[in-house]
């Protein structure tokens, strides 16, 4: 389905339906001020600094649950969550939307022009569940 208006104009219109003079103006606006800063502070709390490849290319996938959780932490990024899920906005525009410091795309474009595989260990701390 092709949307009337952009993604990012739909988004930022779900965030701020009735934007302030303290609101940002556009979504990338609201993404260089909100969102890039709660990203930035997710890594370093993930990661612990920048020392290796995958947290300074996190690839942060914004429909994968496990991300999700992590992010949603951050009031910012709750928000943009509830608003995909209220506008109904399917993997692949998500992924259209996000393209910025930290998340998949980023990882992606890194991957090619280096030519090398970033491993994603989300979660793998996490053991199988057994049943005793």
Not at 37 to 60: D, K, S
Not at 95 to 107: F, P, S, V, Y
Request: charged share 25%; net charge neutral.
């Amino acid at each position: 389905m092709r949307r009337e208006t952009s993604i990012p104009a739909t988004v930022y219109k779900a965030l701020f339906p009735h934007p302030t003079p303290t609101d940002p103006p556009d979504f990338s606006a609201h993404l260089a001020k909100n969102l890039v800063a709660e990203v930035r502070i997710e890594t370093q709390r993930f990661y612990g600094g920048l020392e290796t490849v995958e947290a300074r290319y996190p690839g942060l996938n914004y429909s994968h649950p496990p991300h999700r959780k992590r992010l949603a932490r951050f009031p910012h990024h709750a928000r943009l969550f509830a608003a995909f899920d209220t506008l109904g906005l399917t993997e692949h525009e998500i992924a259209q939307l996000c393209r910025w410091e930290g998340t998949l795309w980023a990882r992606q474009r890194y991957e090619r022009d280096e030519g090398i595989t970033v491993a994603d260990t989300t979660g793998t701390e996490i053991k199988p569940w057994v049943d005793r």
